[in-house]
């Protein structure tokens, strides 16, 4: 089972889109620095705003693809409802 999931920067209330199969690790690993992205290292604090599970890491990283094209982030923007 893997998790695409979106955090938010307390820093500057960006988000970041990814995907892992230990969500809790994953969350704590971004928020210490650890094995972070570059686009990650130094914005942290986060907090989980968004995630689904999916069966493969296939499906993962289509579905990630997808949250990050324009109409995936319009999808996001009113699952949070975040204003356009």
């Known amino acids: 089972m893997y998790f695409v999931y979106v955090l938010k920067s307390k ?9 892992t199969n230990d969500l809790q690790r ?5 928020n210490q620095g650890k094995f972070s992205t570059p686009s990650t290292r130094y914005r942290g604090p986060f907090t989980l705003v968004y995630f689904e599970k999916v069966n493969t890491r296939t499906e993962a990283r289509e579905r990630e693809k997808y949250l990050k094209s324009g109409v995936g982030r319009e999808f996001l923007k009113s699952k949070l409802n975040i204003p356009r």
Do not use: A, L, P
């Open 26 to 30: 994953r969350i704590t690993q971004h």
């Open 11 to 19: 820093k500057d209330k960006k988000f970041y889109t990814g995907i």
